[in-house]
């Protein structure tokens, strides 16, 4: 899922100080479970906007918020609510508040949380990076676990000198990428594929902004 | 003789470093440069160390060249993409520095620019794969180069890792993509450089320089213990400080130096050394004095 955390309260109403009638849209997929977009936020940021004065014409949580046809369609019925305000508030991810910007092409949208990293939950609202996106997946060389990703240095074939009991001298608080993955290649077998020498990666495949299209050709251009 | 030829003939050879400093001010650089011309065989020239901003390696390895010192490149992954690394090489080669050193880099976060966006498009062992595409007219993206390079390529291991194993496997991919010698890491216990360490090491056909880093005080050693990961100063060294006193400790630092290298080369553990003196590089002549070296 997409990690967000809030913005700095006092930051996002100096921000917001322009205008004083606000629409606000949660999401109830990854902002809910990061606790900055679901229900309770969406009536914390509601009761913080009024007692600084301001209005808040509805609040409306998404189905999944970065789906852009989706939520319009949810949106429609909430026309007064978000036809009174002066400006929307997407309290989810960059994806999403950009749907909002693409919903709302007449009215200023303003995010409420920062994108941090697509992330596992390892425990209630607790995440970790795991995988960067990179466009082209190399862990069926690494044991199953990605270099690119937990290695600072994003190394692909080994660790650096700077290893410490095993832990990274970046952080001392996360283990080495690369002792975990000579640690799993070792149990499962395959220390093997630590000695090939995995190639410089095609950064080409990570080129922004990337778009992609699942379905088949056919359907796409029928429906046209 | 070159340095290639040195440490191919196999020769003990030793090296130094030459850190290029903050700014463009040389004057104490070209004081070191003189004192290490004719006594050691090469001297790498480091490449932001530390990930500090300094003067680039490319071109203190010119001057080093016209005053007479035999450089050798130290290259990183860290702040230039294929393309610079690549750009870099072909001016090292035709400015006539053949010997690479070739490193990932310490990461952005130890240096002085904490904001920089660290670079790792490629990295060690792929670098070395790139300098030997060069050196075989080739590009990394397969192109014909107009002209190839020479390098003698080098990269570095550290041989008090922990755990060593993941890290040996490293050393044998290195080995793979073209290294030809080694310097190591510090190292400072020796009898366990060479029990443990060397047996792994030999099992390849390269060179190996033992890293040696000149203790200059009791506080040097406990520092480089507990914030230094790779690097071990054992208790005895330590002890040995502590009873010079404050005054005496430097001295008996670099003695402690010359008495590791002296073994070093007396029981033919290793094929050199690379020393590092950290900002005291006019002792180093004194320290291989004391080895017996010069």
């Known amino acids: 899922m997409i990690i967000t955390s809030k913005k700095d309260r006092d930051k996002l109403l100096e921000t917001l100080n322009d205008y004083d009638s606000f629409f606000l849209v949660g999401c109830s997929e990854c902002a809910t479970l990061c606790g900055t977009g679901g229900e309770p936020e969406l009536a914390e940021l509601k009761e913080l906007l009024e007692q600084s004065g301001k209005k808040v014409t509805g609040t409306f949580r998404a189905k999944t918020g970065c789906q852009v046809l989706g939520t319009k369609t949810e949106l429609k019925p909430m026309n007064v609510e978000t036809g009174g305000a002066q400006a929307i508030i997407v309290m989810s991810c960059g994806a999403g508040t950009q749907a909002m910007v693409e919903a709302f092409p007449d009215k200023p949208v303003y995010p409420s949380n920062d994108s941090m990293f697509l992330g596992n939950m390892t425990r209630y609202q607790m995440f970790d990076e795991r995988c960067s996106l990179c466009g082209e997946c190399i862990i069926d060389q690494t044991g199953g676990i990605c270099p690119v990703t937990a290695c600072p240095k994003g190394l692909l074939n080994g660790p650096c000198g700077g290893t410490s009991n095993g832990n990274c001298e970046i952080s001392p608080d996360i283990k080495c990428a690369w002792v975990r993955i000579y640690d799993r290649l070792e149990k499962i077998d395959r220390l093997e594929d630590m000695s090939k020498i995995i190639k410089p990666k095609n950064w080409s495949k990570s080129q922004k902004p990337r778009v992609l299209s699942a379905r088949p050709q056919k359907e796409v251009k029928e429906k046209k | ?294």
């Open chain 2, 1 to 294: 003789m070159t340095f290639r030829e040195k440490i191919e003939s196999g020769k003990f050879v030793v090296t130094a470093e030459i850190g290029p400093p903050k700014g463009t001010d040389i004057k104490e650089m070209l004081h070191h440069i003189e004192a290490l011309k004719g006594k050691i065989d090469a001297a790498n020239v480091t490449d932001n160390q530390s990930a500090v901003m300094r003067i680039s390696s490319l071109a203190v390895c010119q001057v080093a060249r016209e005053h007479g010192l035999e450089p050798i490149l130290q290259m990183t992954c860290r702040d230039r993409n294929r393309i610079g690394l690549q750009a870099d090489l072909l001016g090292a080669s035709v400015l006539g520095i053949d010997t690479v050193l070739c490193m990932t880099g310490d990461h952005v976060s130890a240096g002085d620019h904490k904001d920089a966006k660290p670079v790792y498009d490629i990295e060690s062992v792929q670098l070395l794969q790139v300098v030997d595409g060069l050196n075989n007219g080739k590009d990394m993206a397969g192109n014909a180069l107009q002209g190839c390079t020479n390098f003698f390529m080098g990269a570095v291991v550290t041989p008090e890792a922990n755990p060593l194993k993941p890290q040996m496997m490293k050393f044998g991919k290195k080995v793979a993509a073209g290294a030809k010698f080694f310097q190591t890491q510090a190292i400072y216990d020796i009898d366990k450089f060479r029990d443990v360490f060397m047996p792994e090491a030999r099992k390849y056909p390269v060179k190996i320089m033992a890293g040696i880093v000149v203790l200059k005080s009791v506080g040097m050693a406990k520092f480089l213990n507990n914030f230094v990961p790779g690097i071990t100063v054992p208790e005895d060294l330590i002890e040995e400080l502590k009873a010079a006193g404050k005054e005496k400790a430097l001295d008996t630092g670099l003695s402690i130096a010359a008495r590791h290298i002296k073994r070093l080369h007396d029981e033919k553990i290793c094929d050199g050394v690379h020393i590092m003196a950290i900002g005291m590089e006019d002792k180093v002549p004194l320290i291989m004095e004391r080895a017996g070296l010069l």
